[in-house]
């Protein structure tokens, strides 16, 4: 689309930067860990049967996608762009982990494949019993309105 | 998969590339048949609706692929610290993607054996995705 005469990004929008998600649960689950492990083809013993341990793209099934809850509705089309995995320690399969997620920056981008378009980034923190963090995603969707874009391209 | 180590690893190494096929089928079992996923995952049609060509290879699928490659490197005494990418452009199911890497960074940071690497997916030979991915290797010592 065209570049608004003003910002789309409203304070309401700018409002939700750091505000923090009611915790979730999520479970490192072992039907999970050993069908993406299989999938992948991964030999990797650490994630053999009896280890109980998960290997780290499990992540992906419970943490790696959009929270679009926390996610402002800025324009209609919406394509994942970036991501971050950090990884504390190993996942126990098994354990229950805390989740938190916050909107950590929210930017406009003028031009480029999309036309205007609006950068959303969220955090996804997961925290032990213990309140230790042991993994986080970051994510950023560039939001964008699907007519324009294609009017430009 | 043999053990990597830290003095062993130079700024400029490249790691063998590894080919993988991704299918329509493996996207979908990889977060679970009953798991609620992009419908273009499956569906051939609805990737060609949103103009991708065909089945849309999921980015996490990739960004898995990606941590597998760099941790079968490194080896079990490894341990893949971050992975950052960026999504460059959409793959299609059923057209091979080759993984590559070269390492760009080695330092000690808090007593740790940080290697920094650049990884990218290669489609038909151009970028799909682009990343970074720290990991910390034992040292022979």
Not at chain 2, 3 to 18: H, I, S, T
Not at chain 2, 24 to 40: E, H, K, L, S, W
Request: hydrophobic residues 35%; aromatic residues 6%.
């Amino acid at each position: 689309m065209a570049t608004p005469e003003q910002s789309l990004i409203t304070d309401e929008h700018r409002a939700t930067i750091g505000k923090k998600s009611e915790p979730t649960k999520a479970v490192v689950k072992e039907i999970d860990a050993h069908r993406m492990r299989d999938i992948l083809e991964d030999r990797d013993p650490r994630y053999a049967d009896e280890t109980g341990i998960a290997p780290a793209y499990i992540l992906a099934g419970f943490g790696g996608r959009p929270n679009r809850n926390m996610m402002p509705g800025i324009l209609p089309g919406g394509l994942l762009t970036q991501q971050e995995w950090r990884f504390t320690r190993p996942f126990k399969i098994g354990e229950e982990l805390t989740s938190i997620s916050q909107v950590v920056d929210i930017r406009e981008r003028l031009g480029g494949r999309y036309g205007y378009s609006v950068l959303i980034t969220t955090a996804n923190d997961f925290y032990d019993a213990d309140g230790n963090h042991v993994a986080g995603s970051m994510i950023t969707i560039t939001q964008f309105d699907p007519k324009g874009a294609a009017r430009e391209e | 998969m043999s053990q990597r180590y830290f003095e062993d690893v130079n700024v400029n190494d490249e790691l063998e590339p590894v080919e993988k096929l991704p299918t329509a089928d493996m996207a979908i079992d990889f977060f679970g048949r009953d798991n609620p996923t992009n419908p273009a995952f499956a569906d051939a049609e609805a990737g060609k609706r949103m103009g991708v060509g065909g089945a849309l290879v999921p980015g996490i699928l990739k960004m898995a692929w990606l941590t597998q490659f760099v941790s079968d490197w490194a080896g079990t005494e490894g341990t893949v610290r971050n992975l950052r990418v960026a999504f460059r452009r959409p793959d299609v199911a059923g057209n091979p993607l080759v993984l590559s890497g070269r390492v760009v960074d080695k330092r000690q940071d808090d007593g740790k054996n940080v290697v920094e690497l650049e990884v990218v997916t290669l489609a038909g030979g151009e970028p799909s995705v682009r990343g970074n991915v720290q990991v910390e290797l034992p040292s022979r010592g």
